[in-house]
Each structure stands twice: as structure tokens, then as C-alpha cells.
């Protein structure tokens, strides 16, 4: 029997996101231009993502956005990070791959020009992950 097992863990099993968070994303991706935009995720216990956390410490660079992991709060409502791309192309970088390796289980990229369209999920392997956006 593994130690922990995930797969009753709820943040393994994130199937949405609330639109108005996703909304508040793109604005956020948008306005912190030529920088990236860079916050954890939070999801209730249904599996949706409804909130978003900043990070204190969290330095916006034009090239990448480093997470201060461990400024992170012990909050187990956070399943992932979130951060933006001034690129047209959302897929992950070496080093957002290995982020998503080390830490969390969901992770969102965004890219320009920031639409409700623009972004894409993926899982700790770096394998897209499908999100419903709900009201
Ligand atoms: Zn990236």
C-alpha cells in the first residue's frame, strides 16, 4: 500500500475553474506585461479552482517567473501554480517542467494576447490536463 494514496486526495482530482478566476488571470497576465505574471491556484473541496494566492517574495522577470517555494504558506487548498507567458505560446520551458516536477499537482500557462482562449493545463509530468471553466 503506497504511503500516500493521491488518488483520494481532492487536489488530484481538479476537474474545473471558475471563470471569473481565469478572468482575473488574464487580466493579471495582461497588466503585469512585459513581465510575467506568476500566483498559486486554489481549489475547494469539489475540485474546482476558485481562488488565487500571490505569493510573497515572487520575483517577476521578463524571462521567467520564480516561485519562492518556500515562502509558501502550509496550505493544503493549493493545487498548483499559474503563470503567464508575454509569447504567443503557452507550452512549458525546461525549467517550467521541472517546477512542475518538484511542486503541485495542476499548473496553468497563459499567453498573449491574454483571450479567455489563451492558455493551457497541465499535469506534474508536464502532459496537458483538461479544465472545464465553470460559472
Ligand atoms: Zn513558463
Given at each position: 500500500m503506497p504511503l500516500f494514496d493521491f488518488s483520494k486526495d481532492p487536489r488530484a482530482n481538479v476537474k474545473g475553474i471558475r471563470r471569473r478566476v481565469l478572468k482575473m488571470i488574464m487580466e493579471a497576465s495582461k497588466s503585469t506585461l512585459p513581465n510575467e505574471f506568476a500566483a498559486m491556484m486554489k481549489s475547494n473541496d469539489k475540485g474546482v479552482i476558485h481562488e488565487l494566492m500571490l505569493l510573497p517574495g515572487t520575483e517577476a522577470g521578463e524571462s521567467s517567473a520564480i516561485f519562492k517555494?518556500?515562502?509558501?504558506?502550509?496550505?493544503?487548498?493549493v493545487v498548483g501554480t499559474v503563470h503567464s507567458h508575454p509569447s504567443d505560446s503557452s507550452r512549458p520551458s525546461g525549467a517550467d517542467l521541472d517546477l512542475f516536477r518538484r511542486y503541485g499537482w495542476l499548473h496553468i500557462i497563459t499567453h498573449y494576447?491574454?483571450?479567455?482562449?489563451c492558455w493551457s493545463c497541465y499535469d506534474g509530468r508536464g502532459e496537458p490536463h483538461h479544465l472545464e471553466v465553470l460559472d
Open positions: 517555494l518556500h515562502m509558501l504558506p502550509i496550505d493544503f487548498s494576447p491574454f483571450d479567455m482562449d
